[in-house]
């Protein structure tokens, strides 16, 4: 092995050319898969650095949805479920409790709720912490240490057992300092102390995706942290669940002893969720469903990327196809003093190896860069995201795999061709050598090209998709909008206390200098963010099963001028419309049409079935702006006043006459000036959320024209590596046919007819595996038919470009023959 080792290495070093065309071929192709991998392995694939994290399980529910009212967790059907069911990460603390309890073959049960954000004062300086609720026996189930102090017991997790709290070291680091004595001194978390007693491990990750938790706490804690969310309650579902196998347990039997206790906490909700059971996940990756949800994004450029790299293969396997034709002789020599078929393959497979082993060690490098590329994605992920895309041992080991498969994948059939040397042909004469030709290698070409034309036409129609989502007209106008969010109800507000607040902010965040308009809104337009509610209409008969819904939002005062949506009719909200006066809203065009038959609904009244009787009039209507997501229609919208159903949280929105985030600093100053304690969040402008709207067509958009680009780029390298071959292949047949008097148009054309034909036969295998996946790329798409022919002209046409310019070079060549050499060297 290491005389074949060595041996490949002095062939590869004798034609560098050759060498690094292959070796940079296959660093893309190996790059752009390890980085996507990366991703897919930060998501999905990478255990959790825990204890034996092969024993953790999580624990979810399945059955029919009720409807639950205060559910918090996450539901999805299919995925081999029956029909109408649907399975669960949340459950009520009570059977949490139970499985605690009374679960068989577990040695921990625990739990945890993940807050989304808290006010923490930490030394004097107010921020918002991730904090997380989690059941005394969290940190020793999951299978944690603490770096300094100690972590939670159940004794901290009893009613009336002094505040406690675990910290990050990430949190430990930005707000603490590192200081060594953090142990003993105190957080403020909501207005209420809470007491440091250790500092999590500096690697440390919880069992959430991408987990923004800074601050740790007991679910002793939820009177204060989430009132609205009592452990008592049989109908709250908000708890996550998780446990760890004992030793040698039977994990069915296990699942069986959850379900029992589960039906029975469930009582009589047992027959409205049809007999629900309880299913156990591998828990070592920790919740599996929002990480399975969030993959899909890479799962889909997975299939690119192996695309790339197959066009990659292919046209390595073209290129040492031609290469062993020209190197027949030299098999021919070494079967004739003793090698075998498998010796032969063998070194033919070692130098295939070298290429591929080098191709990927100079493919993580590629992949650090494409890695750049995902990271700008990634950075509009939710505040306090984390997303680890470092290259660990799963990321070296996927390199090193790909790297051996290609190998195999690329150079099997030219190591196959290569080993049925003939020694007394090969020896007889130098001449033929050039013999083959390469049916094969031709076959390859035509993959390499219909393979390039499916990449090229789904970057085309993912351009187009992205670049008719960056045109749409959102409705109102983005530009010079500031927005951040503030949560008063933390720090104690409510009632009139929190209205006055609220006037208060606005007035001073008005006085600011560059400042036009201010306003707030629960949560921002186009943030991915959605709220809806039953409707009802009265003295309309509702229809039996019928469920009509309406998207809602609640604003402030000035909030359309602010926004620039323009009223159409009616009214906008006034100081006047308070908790004391009739409800009433403003509705967009899609609810006039929807529920009025696009007449004037100013006037009317309707109901949300939100547990209230009182009724609301329409007193304004307003144009159709973007609600959720720019991608997504706009639904029938009620906008509300925030005077009449108050929020304990809001975004405040800014319109400019400078550069929005030129003005943060002094925006901090003037809340800062009104409570000290209370932290600014999620400071964006209205224009990055936008863009974090279109965060995932713009990468779409972005990798999937470079690696079309790369494919494209590769099938000219291939193409062109043909056409040399046959060029130099035929150079004795050039040089008689031009003595017998051929002009250099009669040599030039067959040359470019030929590799129009490969061309042309792999634009039309391409275009009819396009047609075959209409019905998935039409879910992917926006304004764009997935039959689109413009994509498909324009994605054959640029393949027929690059055949004829791989093939002008080689048939260029020809043309220039001197038919006295090559007939003297023949």
């Given at each position: ?8 290495f ?15 071929s ?14 897919l ?244 990756r ?47 020599v ?81 190591a196959?061709r ?17 013999a ?68 208060q ?14 306003t707030?809104?629960?949560f ?85 079935q939100?547990?209230?009787?009182r ?23 009620v ?94 047949e ?8 051929a ?20 634009v ?63």
């Open positions: 092995m290491l005389s074949d080792l060595r041996y490949a002095r062939q590869l070093t004798k034609s560098p050319g050759f060498t690094a065309v292959a070796v940079l296959l660093a893309l192709g190996i790059g752009a898969n390890t980085a996507i991998f990366s991703a392995n930060a998501v999905l694939l990478r255990s959790l650095p825990v204890r034996n994290p092969h024993e953790l399980r999580s624990i979810n529910w399945i059955g029919l949805n009720p409807e639950f009212k205060g559910y918090t967790g996450t539901c999805t059907s299919g995925r081999g479920l029956p029909r109408g069911f649907e399975m669960g990460t949340s459950f009520p603390y009570p059977a949490f409790r139970e499985f605690q309890n009374r679960g068989a073959g577990f040695t921990d049960v625990f739990a945890c709720y993940a807050l989304k954000s808290a006010t923490a004062v930490t030394r004097g300086e107010a921020s918002v912490a991730g904090t997380m609720l989690v059941s005394g026996n969290f940190f020793s189930g999951y299978g944690v240490n603490p770096l300094i102090g100690r972590t939670l017991t159940p004794e901290d997790d009893r009613p009336g057992a002094p505040p406690v709290a675990v910290i990050t070291y990430l949190w430990w680091e930005r707000h603490c300092g590192l200081d060594p004595n953090v142990v003993g001194q105190t957080i403020i978390l909501n207005q209420a102390s809470y007491t440091v007693i250790g500092v999590l491990p500096r690697h440390y990750k919880g069992p959430m995706m991408g987990d923004p938790s800074d601050i740790y706490v007991p679910m002793s804690a939820q009177p204060h942290l989430v009132p609205g969310r009592p452990l008592d309650s049989p109908n709250r579902w908000w708890v996550q669940v998780m446990g760890r196998l004992a030793p040698g347990a039977n994990e069915a039997q296990a699942q069986a002893s959850l379900a029992v206790l589960f039906q029975q906490v469930l009582g009589e909700s047992n027959a409205k969720m049809g007999q629900p059971g309880i299913v156990l996940e591998d828990g070592s920790g919740q599996l469903m929002l990480r399975q949800k969030a993959a899909k994004p890479f799962l889909a450029l997975t299939v690119v990327v192996g695309l790339v790299l197959l066009v990659a293969c292919a046209n390595l396997a073209t290129l040492l196809l031609a290469r062993g034709a020209a190197r027949q002789h030299e098999m021919a070494r079967a004739a003093i003793g090698a075998g078929r498998w010796r032969l393959i063998r070194q033919s497979l070692t130098e295939s190896l070298v290429l591929a082993l080098a191709g990927g060690g100079l493919g993580l490098v590629v992949s650090a860069w494409i890695k750049h590329a995902l990271g700008g994605f990634l950075s509009f992920a939710p505040e306090g995201f984390r997303f680890d895309l470092r290259t660990d041992s799963n990321v070296f080991l996927f390199t090193l795999c790909v790297s051996v498969v290609t190998a195999l994948v690329f150079g099997l059939l030219p196959l290569a080993s049925r040397a003939d020694p007394l042909a090969g020896l007889k004469s130098r001449s033929a050598l050039g083959p030709r390469l049916r094969l290698g031709k076959v390859l070409v035509t993959v390499q090209v219909g393979l390039s034309v499916l990449l090229v036409v789904g970057a085309s129609l993912m351009i187009r998709t992205f670049a008719n989502l960056a045109r749409v007209q959102p409705g109102f106008d983005p530009q010079n909008v500031l927005l951040f969010r503030l949560d008063p109800g933390q720090a104690g507000y409510s009632g009139e206390k929190l209205i006055t607040f609220y006037d902010t606005c007035a001073a965040l008005l006085a600011i200098p560059g400042v036009k308009a201010v707030f809104s629960g921002p337009l186009a943030s991915g963010s959605h709220s809806s509610e039953g409707i009802q209409f009265p003295g309309r008969v509702q229809v039996p099963g019928s469920d009509e819904q309406t998207a809602v939002l609640g604003v402030g005062e000035d909030f359309f001028q602010t926004m620039s949506i323009p009223l159409l009719a009616g009214r906008d909200f006034t100081v006047s419309d308070n908790a004391s006066s009739p409800l009433v809203a403003v509705v967009n065009e899609t609810f006039a049409r929807r529920f009025f038959g696009g007449e004037n609904p100013v006037g009317q009244t309707f109901r949300l939100d547990g209230t009787a009724a609301f009039q329409i007193v304004g209507y307003c144009r159709d702006a973007k609600y959720n997501e720019v991608r997504a229609e706009v639904p029938p919208l906008f509300w006043s925030q005077r009449q159903r108050l929020q304990p949280n809001v975004t405040f929105v800014l319109r400019t006459a400078l550069p929005p985030l030129a003005l943060v600093p002094a925006v901090r100053k003037a809340v800062s000036a009104l409570d000290a304690n209370l932290p600014l969040s999620r400071i964006k402008t209205q224009e990055q959320q936008v863009e974090q709207s279109l965060a995932a067509d713009r990468l779409f958009a972005s990798l999937g024209g470079a690696f079309a680009f790369l494919a494209v780029l590769l099938s000219c390298i291939g193409l062109y590596g043909l056409m040399a071959y046959n060029v130099t292949r035929r150079t004795s050039f040089g008689i046919r031009m003595a017998l008097g002009t250099r148009r009669n040599i030039a054309i067959p040359i470019l007819r030929e590799a129009l034909l490969l061309a042309g036969t792999g039309v295998l391409g275009t009819l595996v396009v047609l075959s996946l209409v019905g998935f790329i039409k879910s992917q798409l926006y304004g764009v038919n997935p039959v689109d022919p413009l994509s498909l002209t324009t994605g054959a046409l640029l393949l027929v470009a690059v055949a004829v310019f791989a093939a002008w070079l080689p048939a260029r060549r020809a043309t220039k023959v001197n038919p006295i050499e090559a007939l003297r060297s023949e």
